[in-house]
C-alpha cells in the first residue's frame, strides 16, 4: 500500500552536496513504529545502508558517513530529504529509498527486511 518515490539531480559535482527526496504515498511518515531509509548500491557492491530517520524524527547514521549525512523530513509534505556533503566519484550509485516497521538490520541488507522500496534513481558524481 505505501509508495515510495525518490527525486533529485541525477549528477552531482565532486565536493558538493548530493540532495535527494523521498515522496511517501499511501501512508504517514509519523506512523506508529516506522523508520525511513537511505540506501544505495554502487556497481559491482551491494546494497549498502546510509541511515534513516524515524517516526519521531530521530536520525542514525552508517559509521563511515555519519560526518557527512544528514537526513531530515517534512512531515507537511509527507518526505523526508538526503544530503550527502563532499561527495567524491565513488558515491555515484543508485540511491533508494525505504520503509521498515522497527529499525532496519544496518548491516548486510536483506531486501525483505525492508516492506516498501522506491524505484531508485542514478546519481553520478563527475566533474
Known amino acids: 500500500q505505501v509508495q515510495l518515490q525518490e527525486s533529485g539531480p541525477g549528477l552531482v559535482k565532486p565536493s558538493q552536496t548530493l540532495s535527494l527526496t523521498c515522496t511517501i504515498s499511501?501512508?504517514?511518515?509519523?506512523?506508529?513504529?516506522?523508520?525511513w531509509s537511505w540506501i544505495r548500491q554502487s556497481p559491482g557492491k551491494g546494497l549498502e545502508w546510509i541511515g534513516y530517520i524515524g517516526f519521531r524524527g530521530g536520525t542514525y547514521y552508517r559509521s563511515s558517513l555519519k560526518s557527512r549525512t544528514s537526513i531530515s523530513r517534512d512531515t507537511a509534505r509527507n518526505q523526508f530529504t538526503l544530503q550527502l556533503r563532499s561527495v567524491t566519484p565513488e558515491d555515484t550509485a543508485v540511491y533508494y529509498c525505504?520503509?521498515?516497521?522497527?529499525?532496519?538490520?544496518?548491516?548486510?541488507?536483506?531486501?525483505?527486511?525492508?516492506?516498501?522500496w522506491g524505484q531508485g534513481t542514478q546519481v553520478t558524481v563527475s566533474s
Open positions: 525505504a520503509g521498515s516497521v522497527g529499525t532496519p538490520a544496518t548491516g548486510v541488507i536483506n531486501r525483505a527486511d525492508f516492506e516498501s
Open positions: 499511501g501512508g504517514s511518515i509519523t506512523a506508529t513504529n516506522y523508520y
